[in-house]
């Protein structure tokens, strides 16, 4: 049986998804902070990528527009939900928060740390560590050149690390 050139999206779309979907869940769960609405969230990606299938033989990097279309799925599940309004600080922070005993205090840790940080950075340090991408495959992702990925996790990791020396928790 010959495939059609539909399937062949579908059955590339497919293969993408089931090789990159552990790193994609933990991008999704430390961008939403919930395994279940990651799940959600991935399925719903999935669905939507397979309804468009005819664009996606347009699409050379495929890999990284699934993952910025994951970033966009995630704003937009944030921004609907809008009832995750941290109000705290670093100034409230101890080491013994340092130490997060479960996925949920480790997910509301993280994102007081990235609130410190502008988008851009906090976006290539997601991609880095919770995406399991490689800085090349982050400057395809955010459509800026191999440096400015670079630039942008160094200088978020050191503004991170001055945050918390000047309060003494590292």
């Given at each position: 049986m010959k495939l059609t050139n539909e399937n062949k999206q579908l059955t590339r779309?497919?293969?993408?998804?089931?090789?990159?979907?552990?790193?994609?869940?933990?991008?999704?769960?430390?961008?939403?902070g919930s395994a279940a609405e990651a799940e959600d969230t991935l399925q719903d990606l999935y669905l939507s990528l397979s309804k468009h299938h005819s664009r996606l033989a347009e699409i050379n990097d495929l890999q990284g527009y699934v993952y910025r279309s994951l970033s966009n799925s995630c704003i937009s599940r944030l921004r609907s939900?809008?009832?995750?309004?941290?109000?705290?600080?670093l100034d409230t922070l101890s080491s013994e928060d340092l130490a997060p005993k479960d996925f949920e205090q480790e997910f509301r840790l993280i994102e007081r740390l990235m609130a410190l940080l502008p988008d851009e950075q906090s976006e290539v340090i997601r991609l880095r560590i919770y995406?399991?991408?490689?800085?090349?495959e982050i400057a395809s992702i955010c459509d800026?050149?191999?440096t400015t990925a670079k630039s942008r996790f160094r200088y978020g990791i050191d503004k991170l690390r001055e945050a918390l020396a000047e309060r003494g928790l590292i």
């Amino acid at each position: 049986m010959k495939l059609t050139n539909e399937n062949k999206q579908l059955t590339r779309l497919a293969q993408l998804m089931q090789s990159e979907r552990d790193n994609l869940f933990r991008y999704a769960c430390y961008r939403l902070g919930s395994a279940a609405e990651a799940e959600d969230t991935l399925q719903d990606l999935y669905l939507s990528l397979s309804k468009h299938h005819s664009r996606l033989a347009e699409i050379n990097d495929l890999q990284g527009y699934v993952y910025r279309s994951l970033s966009n799925s995630c704003i937009s599940r944030l921004r609907s939900r809008r009832n995750f309004t941290s109000t705290d600080t670093l100034d409230t922070l101890s080491s013994e928060d340092l130490a997060p005993k479960d996925f949920e205090q480790e997910f509301r840790l993280i994102e007081r740390l990235m609130a410190l940080l502008p988008d851009e950075q906090s976006e290539v340090i997601r991609l880095r560590i919770y995406g399991g991408r490689q800085f090349s495959e982050i400057a395809s992702i955010c459509d800026i050149p191999l440096t400015t990925a670079k630039s942008r996790f160094r200088y978020g990791i050191d503004k991170l690390r001055e945050a918390l020396a000047e309060r003494g928790l590292i």
